[in-house]
C-alpha cells in the first residue's frame, strides 16, 4: 500500500500555471539581474496554457512578486527553521499562502492537494508532508491571517507603519522606501508603497483620429467604465462590481485588432492629451515637426500623431521594439513617421520639439513591473541618472532656438527628475524652464510619471 500511495502521488495532476509559476518565480528570484520584461516570460510560459490557466499563470506570478515580505511574515510562524529550507519549497509555500489568503474562487482544499503533489514529486515525501502541514494551518488561520494583512495595508495607506513595516507591507526594498522618506515624506512614501501594491485595470486609448471616436467612448462609458481624459476608459471597478463579461473582452479585442483601440495606461494617456493641448497652444510650434527620441514600443508616438501632432522623427536602440510601432502605426492608420534604430544620442538632425522619454529606474511603474522589486538598485539608479544626463544635453545641442523640449521619466526618484533638471540648469543661459509636473495615478495601481518642459532661448 505505501509504494502505491508513492506511484499516486508522483504521478499526480498538477496544473500547468502553478508548475509554470513556481518556476518564473524561482528564476526571478535567484537570477533577478535577468532584464527579460515579465509580460515576455510570461507569454512565453503561457503559450501551451488555456486561457483560465494563462490568467491563473499570470495572477499568481504578480501577486507573489507584490507581496512576498508579507507571505513571509504570514508563513514564518508555521517554520521552526524557514532558512533551513531550501528556496523552491519556500517558493512553493509562497504560491500556497497567496492562493489561500489572497485569490478568490480557488478552493483551499484544490490549492493544498496540488502543491502536496508538485512538493512530493519534486522533493520527496517529507517535504511533501511538511508543505502539508504548513499549508492546512495557513487554510485553519486564513481569516485571522487575512484581516491582520488588511489592517497593515489600511496602516500603509494612512501612513501609520515605519520604514521597515511599509518595506514587509509592500514588499518593496528597505533603501527604496527610505529614499521616498527622504524625498517626499513619509505620508507620500506610503502612498507610493501602497500603490505599488494594486493591481492596475485595465485601460484604453481611443483612436481619435478615426470617424466616431467620441462616440466609441461614450458606449464604453455607459457600460460602466470609466473615462480617462477626454479620449479613453478604464474598466477600474468592475472588478468589484461585476467581472467584464466575455462577450465584452471579445469585443474590445475586436476593437484594437480594428485599430479603434490601444491598451494604455491612464497617467500616460493623461500626460500626453496634456502635452498635445501645450503644443497645440503655441502658435509658433502647434504645426511643428517633433523628435520622439526615446520612443520604445511607441505608446506616446501613436498617442500624439493620433491628436495630430506631427511626429516626424522615431528613435529606438531596440529593433524589436521599431517592429512594434511599425505594426502599431499600420493597425491604427497613421501616418508613419521616419523610423530609425539608433540610440537618443546619435540624432544629427535639428528638431523644434524633441521628447525625451527616457530610460528610467521605472519606480513609479512597480505595480504594473512588479519584477523591479527584485531588479533596483541604489547603483541602477545612479547609472538611470547618469544616461538621463548624457541623452538631455545631446538633445538639447539639436533642438532649434525657440523650441521645445520635454522631458519625460515614469520615475518616483528627484535625482532622475526635479534634480536631474536642476543640474541641467546651472549655467546654461540659453535654457529657461516653463515647468515641471507630475501625473501621479488616478486609479490605484497607475504609473506615476515626472514631465519637464524647457525652452531655448531664440
Known amino acids: 500500500m505505501v509504494e502505491k500511495r508513492k506511484k499516486t502521488s508522483q504521478n499526480a495532476v498538477v496544473s500547468g500555471a502553478r508548475q509554470a509559476a513556481l518556476e518564473i518565480l524561482s528564476q526571478l528570484f535567484r537570477r533577478p539581474e535577468d532584464a527579460t520584461p515579465l509580460p515576455v516570460i510570461l507569454a512565453r510560459a503561457g503559450a501551451s496554457l488555456d486561457g483560465r490557466e494563462a490568467a491563473r499563470l ?82 485553519r488561520e486564513s481569516e ?68 466616431g471616436g467620441g462616440t466609441l467612448v461614450e458606449r464604453w462609458v455607459e457600460r460602466g467604465y470609466v473615462p480617462v481624459g477626454k479620449g479613453g476608459f478604464s474598466s477600474q471597478g468592475l472588478e468589484r462590481n461585476r467581472p467584464e463579461e466575455e462577450s465584452e473582452r471579445d469585443a474590445l479585442a475586436s476593437l484594437e485588432r480594428q485599430g479603434d483601440l490601444t491598451r494604455q495606461g491612464a497617467t500616460s494617456q493623461l500626460a500626453v492629451e496634456y502635452l498635445a493641448s501645450w503644443i497645440r497652444a503655441e502658435k509658433t510650434l502647434a504645426d511643428a515637426p517633433l523628435w520622439d527620441a526615446c520612443c520604445g514600443r511607441g505608446g506616446k508616438t501613436t498617442a500624439l500623431l493620433e491628436k495630430g501632432v506631427h511626429v516626424a522623427l522615431a528613435s529606438e536602440p531596440a529593433s524589436f521594439r521599431l517592429e512594434e510601432l511599425k505594426s502599431a502605426l499600420e493597425r ?22 524633441i521628447l525625451l522619454d527616457v530610460p528610467c529606474s521605472g519606480t513609479g511603474t512597480l505595480a504594473r513591473n512588479a519584477e523591479l522589486r527584485l531588479r533596483l538598485s541604489p547603483e541602477r539608479l545612479a547609472e538611470a541618472v547618469r544616461l538621463q544626463a548624457d541623452i538631455l544635453h545631446h538633445a538639447w545641442d539639436k533642438l532649434l532656438p525657440g523650441g521645445a523640449l520635454f522631458y519625460v521619466t515614469c520615475a518616483l526618484n528627484r535625482e532622475e527628475n526635479e534634480g536631474q533638471i536642476a543640474r541641467f540648469l546651472e549655467g546654461r543661459e540659453d535654457v529657461r524652464l516653463e515647468e515641471e509636473r507630475a501625473f501621479l495615478p488616478v486609479f490605484p495601481g497607475q504609473d506615476a510619471l515626472f514631465l519637464a518642459i524647457l525652452r531655448k532661448e531664440a
Open 58 to 139: 499570470s495572477e499568481l506570478t504578480y501577486g507573489v512578486l507584490r507581496r512576498h515580505a508579507a507571505l513571509d511574515a504570514a508563513l514564518a510562524g508555521f517554520l521552526k527553521k524557514p532558512e533551513a529550507l531550501s528556496f523552491q519549497v519556500r517558493m512553493l509555500l509562497r504560491l500556497g499562502a497567496y492562493e489561500i489568503l489572497f485569490m478568490d474562487g480557488v478552493p483551499a482544499r484544490a490549492t493544498v492537494n496540488e502543491l502536496v503533489n508538485l512538493a512530493r514529486r519534486r522533493f520527496g515525501q517529507g517535504l511533501g508532508g511538511l508543505v502539508n502541514g504548513v499549508l492546512r494551518a495557513v487554510d
Open 144 to 211: 485571522t491571517l487575512r484581516r491582520a494583512a488588511r489592517e497593515k495595508e489600511t496602516l500603509l495607506e494612512q501612513g501609520g507603519l515605519g520604514a521597515e513595516g511599509m518595506a514587509e507591507a509592500s514588499s518593496l526594498p528597505l533603501w527604496l522606501i527610505s529614499l521616498w522618506t527622504e524625498q517626499y515624506g513619509v505620508g507620500q512614501a506610503s502612498r507610493f508603497a501602497a500603490n505599488a501594491l494594486a493591481h492596475p485595470a485595465p485601460c484604453w486609448r481611443v483612436n481619435m483620429a478615426k470617424a
Open 332 to 353: 491604427l492608420g497613421l501616418p508613419q513617421p521616419q523610423l530609425r534604430c539608433s540610440p537618443a544620442q546619435e540624432g544629427d538632425a535639428p528638431f523644434p520639439l
